[in-house]
């Protein structure tokens, strides 16, 4: 089903909405939660809960892309649970590796606390990213969006995984330079 169709369903208020969602898009979640996870159960609930918030959302919301809504959400929730599993000492899959990963190039929590810096320094990461040519944009990404394990992305590219690595090295290294022009890092 077309996601404007979709999208539609949810504005009628049709338990169909969620059903095709789940049709179309239930795979695609499942992986963005599983790959911050890494627990076939906690991802399955935060998939459903994806649902729920996405009923809770249209109206008023209407996405221009639904399989990004579906997404941001999907992470959004995966991570409020990764932290949940972590103040009990579970956790897993890559989130722990991502976020050691990207330590360099964010400042501490009590730094951004404004939230109008908070949105500033995501539109400015959100163009560093546009900048990127594609193959960097897309495997940095699938890194630090979609927590996607190195090992899928030396396969979906066919590189090694030294390469993969200094490929996001050398990424992060520009977005720290990017942050720094930017003002918000410290050199």
């Known amino acids: 089903m077309e996601d404007s169709r979709i999208i539609e369903l ?3 208020r049709s338990s169909d909405a969620i059903t095709q969602s789940k049709e179309k898009y239930g795979s695609y979640c499942f992986a963005v939660a599983n790959n911050i996870l890494g627990n076939t159960e906690d991802s399955e609930e935060c998939v459903n809960d994806t649902w729920f918030h996405a009923w ?8 221009d892309s639904l399989r990004m809504f579906f997404a941001k959400i999907t992470r959004r929730v995966s991570f409020d649970r990764f932290k949940l599993l972590s103040a009990k000492k579970r956790g897993g899959g890559e989130i722990a590796a991502v976020l050691d990963e990207l330590a360099e190039c964010i400042a ?6 404004n939230e109008l810096i908070a949105k ?3 539109e400015s990461i959100r163009l560093f990213v546009r900048s990127l040519p594609a193959r960097e944009s897309d495997i940095f ?3 630090y969006f979609f927590t996607e394990p190195i090992e899928r992305i030396v ?3 066919g590189l090694t995984s030294n390469n993969t690595a200094v490929i996001l090295s050398r990424t992060r290294s520009r977005l720290k330079d990017h ?9």
């Open 10 to 12: 949810y504005w009628k």
């Open 56 to 63: 809770n959302a249209m109206p008023p919301h209407r996405p």
């Open 108 to 113: 501490a929590e009590t730094d951004i606390e």
């Open 120 to 122: 500033e320094l995501g």
């Open 141 to 143: 990404l699938r890194r």
């Open 155 to 157: 396969s979906r590219y």
């Open 179 to 187: 942050l720094i022009k930017e003002g918000y890092l410290d050199e």
